[in-house]
């Protein structure tokens, strides 16, 4: 009887490690995208400032043209 409690607490212990091996692999799977995404964010916010730059020089220059057409 002892030697089948011992039994089941190990069944119960590789089980729990099982767990929490699949749960380790999740986090690194996440932390792995988490970072995917940080990198995609800076790449976007540099690409809206330099867009966002592009625009205001285009909008300078229509109104540069319609200043010079207005003369």
Request: aromatic share 0%.
């Amino acid at each position: 009887m002892e030697q089948a409690a011992i039994c089941e607490a190990l069944q119960r212990i590789e089980a729990a490690l099982a767990r929490v091996e699949g749960a380790t692999r999740q986090a690194v799977d996440l932390r792995g995208r988490h970072e995917a995404l940080i990198e995609q964010h800076e790449a976007l916010a540099t690409r809206h400032v330099t867009l966002k730059s592009s625009v205001e020089q285009s909008l300078s220059r229509i109104d540069g043209l319609i200043g010079q057409a207005d003369k």
